[in-house]
């Protein structure tokens, strides 16, 4: 299984358990979910977003869409909107588009975090291709990043 070298790195250096699935290749949420098995509830999907201090990482269920006056509020920013590939697309280059992992911190991005998803035992994630999976607990994921939690999806 070939996760972003920088994430598996990070995850190893800080001890951290974590899993790693191969899937057929796909590309939207839906396909994902169905390619490897998991409820598209249980998976997360990362959604890069601009705002006046630039960008930064909103992380919600698969099956779900991000609220950006909900994402603006927790921010408490006055302008938000989705970021562009062209944007973001330099901070990620070891990922493939669509495929970020949840780890902002390691590409300079504030996360944020929708709650159901906090409230899960365990983050499954896209790992930077459309063919690998990893999963962890949610606790470890929480202590690493310190993402802002709130209800930002609809």
């Given at each position: 299984?070939?996760?972003?070298q920088r994430?598996?790195?990070?995850?190893?250096?800080?001890?951290?358990?974590?899993?790693?699935s191969?899937?057929?290749?796909?590309?939207?949420?839906?396909?994902?979910?169905?390619?490897?098995h998991?409820s598209?509830?249980?998976?997360?999907?990362?959604?890069?977003?601009?705002g006046?201090?630039?960008?930064?990482?909103?992380?919600?269920?698969?099956?779900?869409?991000?609220?950006?006056?909900?994402?603006?509020?927790?921010?408490?920013?006055?302008?938000?909107?989705?970021?562009k590939e062209?944007?973001?697309?330099p901070?990620?280059?070891?990922?493939?588009?669509?495929?970020?992992?949840?780890?902002g911190?390691l590409y300079?991005?504030?996360v944020?975090?929708?709650a159901?998803?906090?409230?899960q035992?365990e983050?499954?994630?896209?790992?930077g291709?459309?063919?690998?999976?990893?999963?962890?607990?949610?606790?470890?994921?929480?202590?690493l990043?310190?993402?802002?939690?709130?209800?930002?999806?609809?």
């Open positions: 299984m070939a996760i972003v994430l598996q790195h990070y995850l190893e250096e800080n001890r951290i358990p974590y899993r790693t191969h899937h057929p290749e796909a590309f939207t949420s839906q396909e994902v979910a169905a390619a490897s998991v598209g509830r249980h998976l997360a999907k990362v959604v890069l977003v601009k006046a201090e630039g960008l930064a990482m909103a992380v919600l269920p698969t099956t779900r869409h991000v609220n950006l006056g909900k994402l603006k509020a927790l921010m408490q920013v006055s302008e938000l909107a989705l970021a062209e944007e973001f697309a901070r990620v280059p070891d990922c493939r588009p669509g495929t970020v992992p949840p780890f911190n300079g991005l504030k944020y975090v929708d159901e998803i906090a409230r035992p983050l499954v994630f896209q790992a291709t459309h063919e690998d999976m990893a999963s962890l607990a949610y606790l470890h994921f929480a202590r990043v310190q993402p802002v939690v709130g209800d930002i999806s609809g």
